[in-house]
C-alpha cells in the first residue's frame, strides 16, 4: 500500500565536534519535513566519510562495525515505521525515534517470555517447559553480553539472530554443562522462533525477524544396543539397591519402549490382560495439555512381565502406588554411567537409549512392522519412526541374503 507520509533515513558527520581525527556520527528521521537526530555512538573519521553515497570508506575493523551499526539502525528505524502504520498511529519522526531508543512502552522480550511462562507455558508438559526455561537462560546471558537488560521486541533482527547463534555456538559451559551441539542450537532457536511468532500473532512486531532463517540439522544415527549389549547390562552384578533398579527400569524400556517419564507414571491400572490372556501396557502420551491424548498399546514380554513381578512387593513401588520405586531423572542417568561402566560397555548410557533399543534391536530388526513400531512408541506421525530404519545393518543384511545367494547360483 503506497504511504501517504514522506519519509527518510540519512546519516551526517558532526564535523563541528571533531576531536582527535574523529567525528560523531549522526543519523537524521524525517517524516513529512519534520526531523530528529540522535547520535549513533560511533564517531568516523570525516576525510572516510561519503556525504552524498552515504558511505563509509576503507576496510578497516572499525569501519566494519560502524557499518553493521549503520545495518541495525536502518533496520530499527524501518521496522518503527511499520510498526506506527500497521497499528494506525500517527506517524511522526519522534515517535520513530522514541521506539528506536526504546522510550516508548512498546513490548520487550522479556515481557514476551514473561507472558509465555505466565500464560501459554502452563499448557505445556513439564519436560518442554524445561526446555524453555533453557533457552529464556541464554537469551538473558546473551542480553547481558551485550550489554543489554532488555531489548525491544521491534529490535530484533536477523542480525541478532545471527548473533545469538553464534553465541550459543561459541559460549564456554558452565559446570556441569556440555558445549552447545548444532542440533542444541536449532532446538533453541526454534523454541526462539516460536516466542516471537506468538508476538507477530499478538500484533507487538509487525516484521518476523525469522523469515529468512533456516534450520539446519544434522541427521545421525541414534545410538542403541545390540542384543549381547543388553544381556551384559541384564547380567551385570550391582550390590547396590537404586542402581540394580535402575538398570531394571532401563533393560523395561528395552523391551516396551516407555520414556523415562512414562515408567515413572507406570502403575497398575495401566496393565491390562485381553481375553486370550495375553499382557499389554496401556499408556496415552501427549506433549501439551491441549493436544490430543493418543493412546498407545504394548505388549508385554517375559523379560518385562518378569521385572514386573519383581517388583510387586517393593515397599518403595507400593508407596508410590507405581510398579517400579523410581529415582529421580538426574539420578537415574548418573547411575547408568556405572551400570554401564561395570558391564563392560564404552557407550555413554542414557536412558533414552533403552526407547531407541526397543525401536530397533527389540522390533524392527526382528521383522516386526514400521506401522506397529509407531503405534507402541505412541507416535503421532510415522515419519518420526522412521528415524530408527534409516540405515540398520542387520535388517539390511537379513534383507539382501537372498539376492546375495541368488547371485552366488548364478556365478557357479
Not at 558532526?14 to 513529512?32: C, E, H, M
Not at 542444541?184 to 526462539?192: A, C, W, Y
Not at 495439555?289 to 508385554?300: I, K, Q
Not at 507416535?379 to 545367494?405: D, G, N, P
Request: one cysteine or more; aromatic letters at 10%.
Amino acid at each position: 500500500m503506497k504511504s501517504k507520509h514522506s519519509f527518510s533515513v540519512n546519516f551526517y558527520v558532526r564535523s563541528d565536534r571533531k576531536a582527535f581525527g574523529s567525528a560523531p556520527l549522526y543519523v537524521r528521521i524525517t517524516v513529512d519535513g519534520k526531523m530528529v537526530y540522535f547520535a549513533t555512538k560511533k564517531s568516523v573519521d570525516p576525510s572516510q566519510w561519503d556525504q552524498k553515497a552515504q558511505r563509509l570508506k576503507g576496510n578497516s575493523i572499525e569501519n566494519n562495525a560502524i557499518r553493521d551499526r549503520m545495518r541495525q539502525l536502518i533496520n530499527e528505524i524501518g521496522a518503527a515505521y511499520d510498526e506506527l502504520r500497521f497499528q494506525k498511529e500517527l506517524i511522526t519522526a519522534e515517535k520513530i525515534k522514541a521506539k528506536v531508543e526504546g522510550e516508548d512502552q512498546g513490548k520487550t522480550l522479556k515481557a514476551l517470555i514473561k507472558y509465555h511462562f505466565d500464560q501459554p507455558g502452563k499448557l505445556l508438559a513439564a519436560g518442554t517447559l524445561k526446555n524453555y526455561y533453557s533457552t529464556e537462560r541464554f537469551l538473558s546471558e546473551f542480553l547481558k553480553k551485550k550489554k543489554l537488560s532488555d531489548i525491544q521486541l521491534a529490535r530484533i533482527d536477523f542480525k541478532f539472530l545471527t548473533d545469538f547463534g553464534v553465541y550459543l555456538r561459541t559460549k564456554t559451559p558452565d559446570k556441569g554443562q556440555r558445549v552447545c551441539t548444532n542440533n542444541t542450537v536449532m532446538k533453541h532457536m526454534e523454541r526462539f522462533q516460536k516466542l516471537m511468532g506468538l508476538a507477530l500473532k499478538f500484533g507487538w512486531i509487525v516484521r518476523d525477524p525469522f523469515i529468512h532463517f533456516n534450520r539446519k540439522l544434522v541427521t545421525k544415527d541414534r545410538e542403541i544396543l545390540d542384543d549381547a549389549e543388553i544381556a551384559l547390562i541384564q547380567d551385570v552384578d550391582l550390590p547396590n539397591y537404586m542402581q540394580s533398579v535402575v538398570r531394571d527400569m532401563f533393560v523395561f524400556s528395552c523391551y516396551t519402549g516407555l520414556a523415562y517419564s512414562e515408567i515413572n507414571a507406570l502403575s497398575s491400572h495401566h496393565i491390562t490382560t485381553d481375553n486370550e490372556g495375553t499382557i499389554w501396557l496401556v499408556m496415552k502420551r501427549k506433549k501439551t495439555l491441549t493436544t490430543n491424548e493418543r493412546s498407545f498399546h504394548v505388549l508385554v514380554l517375559p523379560i518385562a512381565l518378569a521385572l514386573i513381578q519383581k517388583y510387586r512387593v517393593s515397599p518403595e513401588a507400593i508407596n508410590r502406588e507405581t510398579v517400579f520405586p523410581c529415582p529421580s531423572n538426574q539420578y537415574t542417568n548418573r547411575a547408568l554411567k556405572v551400570v554401564a561402566e561395570k558391564a563392560g560397555l564404552n557407550k555413554n548410557l542414557t536412558f533414552h537409549i533403552a526407547r531407541h533399543t526397543f525401536a530397533t534391536t527389540i522390533t524392527l530388526e526382528k521383522g516386526i512392522s514400521i506401522e506397529s513400531v509407531s503405534h507402541m512408541l505412541g507416535h503421532s506421525s510415522i515419519r518420526t519412526t522412521q528415524i530408527y530404519s534409516k540405515v540398520k545393518q542387520k535388517k539390511v543384511a537379513s534383507e539382501m541374503k537372498y539376492l546375495f545367494i541368488a547371485q552366488q547360483v548364478m556365478l557357479q
